[in-house]
């Protein structure tokens, strides 16, 4: 948690060695809220994207075979909703989700003030894709330390987990990206950023019970779980959803490039 408040500290001192210290909230997205109906739209989106990202994932990777699915009877499932059954269990992690998400909020905001708060505008000049690219592969380098330590991949050898962690960057970070344009806010995707990291634990619902799970392949984690959002990915690049001149007053978006 120590180390998610490292990008805004960057973000600050980039900020006042520029001598735009007094731009800054405004430059990163934390205020002013501009569009109200927009921004409420993208808060509800920051709750489903996140989950629907990780609950795809299962799906994919079972049927390619590289996630060891339990989609006939759900032993884990069944076991961990005891006597008050599925519907009742998901419904109520459901809003354990929202709760650890809106506890997420504050240290998630450390890290996406800086990626999508004050990076993500500073690359539009490159272009979608570009920008995308750049902003997720930083994203996944940052992780590094903790990656080359194990953790998210533990079966990965030689570096291999931070080349999977950026590769999950770039994807997921697509997504928080697009709540920032759309809203021209960070606080969406911070929400996302805590949503996403309080549903990871639910692909664990879908697994054959005593399995092991090598996340470089399956999960959204793994290759598998990226398939289906990079199909929706090049849509939206296509479409333009990822430009703030289409997203933001041009004045706007203007005044950001510079």
Not at 47 to 64: D, M, S
Not at 69 to 90: E, H
Not at 182 to 208: C, D, E, K, R
Not at 220 to 238: A, H, N
Request: glycine content about 10%.
């Amino acid at each position: 948690m120590a180390m998610m408040v490292t990008p805004t500290i960057a973000a600050v001192t980039v900020s006042l060695l520029q001598r735009r210290g007094k731009q800054f909230i405004k430059e990163s997205g934390l205020a002013p809220i501009r569009k109200p109906k927009r921004f409420l739209l993208a808060v509800l989106l920051a709750y489903f994207v996140p989950i629907l990202l990780i609950v795809q994932a299962p799906f994919v990777g079972t049927w390619l075979g590289v996630f060891p699915g339990d989609f006939d009877q759900f032993m884990i499932l069944n076991f961990v909703s005891g006597t008050d059954g599925p519907a009742r269990y998901l419904l109520g992690q459901a809003g354990l989700i929202l709760v650890a998400g809106l506890l997420n909020l504050i240290p998630a905001l450390g890290e996406e003030i800086g990626w999508r708060g004050w990076l993500w505008p500073k690359l539009q000049p490159l272009g979608q894709a570009p920008a995308l690219l750049i902003s997720g592969v930083i994203w996944g380098l940052w992780h590094s330390p903790l990656i080359l330590l194990g953790y998210n991949y533990p079966f990965a050898k030689d570096g291999w987990g931070v080349v999977m962690m950026c590769g999950m960057c770039i994807v997921v970070g697509a997504f928080f990206a697009w709540l920032r344009t759309m809203s021209n806010s960070v606080w969406p995707a911070a929400l996302a950023h805590g949503i996403f990291n309080a549903s990871v634990g639910l692909v664990s619902l879908f697994m054959i019970m005593g399995s092991m799970l090598d996340t470089t392949k399956a999960s959204i984690l793994g290759w598998s779980g990226w398939i289906l959002p990079v199909v929706v990915i090049v849509l939206m690049v296509l479409a333009g959803a990822f430009s703030v001149t289409k997203s933001y007053p041009q004045r706007e978006s203007t005044e950001l490039r510079n």
